[in-house]
């Protein structure tokens, strides 16, 4: 019978298998020749100007799907904002299990969205 873990409990030496997509399902670098894997597009918000919404809508889409990550500049959040977002997020994952738990997945979900995340487990 398989029991219910949270994630944050299993040794990370290796990444668990229901976290690694197959193959054939993860993005293909390959499809631009130019692309430099080890560099994450920088995308510039250009100040919330409408004239280059499509532009950077495209952007977004093209980081998106070819690498699933990407950096922002000139998106207006301020400096003080960032560092206040940081020490709350960190102090968040410093504090207790007990308090992190409240804001846990519902067990009854299938759910992305919460701490954590729940998984089977074999026994053995």
């Not at 409990?9 to 130019?34: C, D, G, T, W």
Request: charged share 20%.
């Amino acid at each position: 019978m398989a029991s219910l873990r949270r994630v944050q409990h299993l040794s990370f030496s290796h990444v668990p298998s229901p976290y690694i997509q197959p193959p054939h399902e993860r993005p293909s670098l390959s499809l631009n020749p130019n692309f430099n894997k080890t560099q994450v597009p920088v995308i510039d918000l250009c100040n919330f100007d409408p004239e280059f919404s499509s532009l950077v809508q495209h952007q977004i889409k093209q980081a998106c799907q070819k690498l699933g990550a990407f950096q922002v500049r000139n998106h207006g959040v301020s400096d003080k904002l960032i560092e206040d977002m940081k020490r709350i997020g960190m102090g968040f994952f410093d504090s207790s299990l007990d308090y992190k738990t409240k804001y846990a997945c519902d067990a009854n979900f299938a759910a992305s969205e919460g701490y954590g995340s729940r998984m089977l487990v074999k026994e053995e």
